[in-house]
Antibody, heavy 123, light 110 residues
Framework: QVHLVQSGAEVKKPGASVKVSCKASGYTFTGYYMHWVRQAPGQGLEWMGWINPNSGATKYAQKFQDRVTMTRDTSISTAYIELSGLTSDDTAVYYC????????????????WGQGTPVTVSS | QSALTQPASVSGSPGQSITISCTGTSSDVGSYTFVSWYQQYPGKAPKLMIYEGSKRPSGISNRFSGSKSGNTASLTISGLQAEDEADYYCCSYAGSSTVIFGGGTKLTVL
């Protein structure tokens, strides 16, 4: 069974960085892109980008281009997202999500999702 | 890139049918078949309900159906049940390997 298990809640101060992990199991990690989506309190879903675990290639949403980094460690089937220059607007639940099929890798059809990692930015 | 447009809320009585619209542009919904719909309960991760505009993943009730016309996609839930009360989000491929979500719709079962 395919599972995505994310790291625990984080509390950060403004200006700091946060790194969230997503450990995959039940499938070939390098066979599917991994996407990241966030959801601010009471708000909708916001796509942040993806990483190709096989090549390490990434694509970021323009909004986050300058301060997001997505990486992976294929030896432990884990994807990471790091967001720098945090502000209170970055307070949100961060989800990793795998495409439902190998193709389309970047089509936006996600299944499964991780359980979410709450990130709170507060002074 | 603005979010796809969804109504903030819809409601219906048990047994009725409701439809949630998702309006995009010719750069996203209008140009690609990769439109998906998600159901989300409070405090939970989203769940895929419809993909490629009208296909249901295994295990999803046939009460859920999707369609598309031009720049607008729609999710219809028939035979409304109390357990359908949740938030629903549409999502579309937007070209250049990017994805865009709708703003979300809160479904209330009266």
């Amino acid at each position: 069974q395919v599972h995505l298990v994310q790291s625990g809640a984080e509390v950060k101060k403004p200006g700091a960085s946060v790194k969230v992990s997503c450990k995959a199991s039940g499938y070939t990690f390098t066979g599917y892109y991994m996407h990241w989506v966030r959801q601010a309190p009471g708000q909708g879903l916001e796509w942040m980008g993806w990483i190709n675990p096989n090549s390490g290639a990434t694509k970021y949403a323009q909004k986050f281009q300058d301060r997001v980094t997505m990486t992976r460690d294929t030896s432990i089937s884990t994807a990471y997202i790091e967001l720098s220059g945090l502000t209170s607007d970055d307070t949100a639940v961060y989800y990793c999500a795998r495409p439902a099929a190998v193709v389309p890798a970047a089509g936006g059809q996600f299944d499964p999702w991780g359980q979410g990692t709450p990130v709170t930015v507060s002074s | 890139q603005s979010a796809l447009t969804q109504p903030a809320s819809v409601s219906g009585s048990p047994g009725q049918s409701i439809t949630i619209s998702c309006t995009g542009t010719s750069s996203d919904v209008g140009s690609y078949t990769f439109v998906s719909w998600y159901q989300q309960y409070p405090g939970k991760a989203p769940k895929l309900m419809i993909y490629e505009g009208s296909k249901r993943p295994s295990g999803i009730s046939n009460r859920f159906s999707g369609s598309k016309s031009g720049n607008t996609a729609s999710l219809t839930i028939s035979g409304l049940q109390a357990e359908d009360e949740a938030d629903y989000y549409c999502c579309s491929y937007a070209g250049s390997s990017t994805v865009i979500f709708g703003g979300g719709t809160k479904l209330t079962v009266l």
